[in-house]
């Protein structure tokens, strides 16, 4: 199944962009007067009828709306960007197929790449939310500090931190249906003076099982954890 | 930490392979007299001093074994190759990070690509033992027709099918503790007679959540929820 993506479907912008047209009526070679299923990203999926297929400009008229019902739980990960841009790129697609509700890059002591093109995050973010069928595509925030990130929020909030004397898993401190905040750090992890802020504004300490994971392994890990909490 | 692998090293064989030894003398500039780590892949981890630090030729004395306490469950994955080889490769990396015992890829009936470079697939999940600091490294089996995997083994077998009528998920179904075998299809999923051969055979039907995903973040979701059924 094939689903098409234009965010702004509810102010009546009723055809699709350059490159889901040309997708649309070049590739999958669909017709005028055939049926497409659209979302905008925004909570809803919509059936809907090609009026001119136009491979520059695939216009449609909406047959029926779906909402997707909000969940109980929501999913927020801030993680350092890694060295290997592909890396965080995976873990964005991954996240999205799994189910995420936000992600924040965030810059800490150790983060060795400050720079990211977020409009690539949001392209994988996009093509993985109509891959796994989903109606809401997460929020990615520009590259936050790690300062900002832990003085704010009001969610259930963990701080990932490998040591000997963390015994405490992200599965035992997570309680379900919350708002999750899980901080995940850089390669060089976070340094004990991260460590001492996270824990000053309310961070709970995790550890994500006995194995040393990779900056996205231990994200994704992270936000499958959560998951299985609340469902599947 | 780095880790170095030598295989053989029970067998009497102290030194480093030719790309070890190069790692190990030129990359990490390692000297005559410095203490490294190793592991056999079998269970073992070895403390050792280097006797001649030869970039080709790196020789060792074992001064130290310690053994990896073996797990009270194993994780067994058969998964059919994606079209894209990368996707598979990331699947045995994310799961020897995470930690998984076996892995066979199988060719069924909608498997596209029946043809693996399990030599790359080797060299995958070696470096992921190292960067994950395990001492076991996880059999990889030749491509193997669906008919022959559904046929044998003892473990608690089961089958991810994604369909209406399928409300149990892995994460009730997998008593902790077992040996478990987790069948995962092809992009088109497996035929309706795979599945009644599989059923047959005594897998059971499961889901893994309500999301859609793809073959090798299933496989990855498969080995993870089981690992946090057992442990962290």
Known sequence: MNIFYQPHLH???FFLDPEESRHCVKVLRKKTGEEI???DGKGSFYRAVITTAD????????????????RSYSIHIAISPTKNSDRIEWFVEKCVEIGIDRITLIECENT????????RLDKVA????KQSIKARLPVIDEITKFADIVSGGQEAKFIAYVDAENPVTLKSAAPPNSAYLVLI???????????QTALQHGFKKVSLGTSRLRTETAGMVACHTLQLINAG
């Open 112 to 119: 060795e790449r400050a720079y990211l093109r977020k409009d």
């Open 11 to 13: 102010e009546g912008r």
């Open 37 to 39: 299923r659209l979302t």
């Open 185 to 195: 750090g850089p390669e060089g992890d976070f340094t004990p003076v991260e460590l």
């Open 126 to 129: 996009i093509s993985a939310m």
């Open 55 to 70: 491979p520059a400009k695939c216009t449609f008229t909406v047959l029926a709306v779906e909402e997707e019902l909000p």
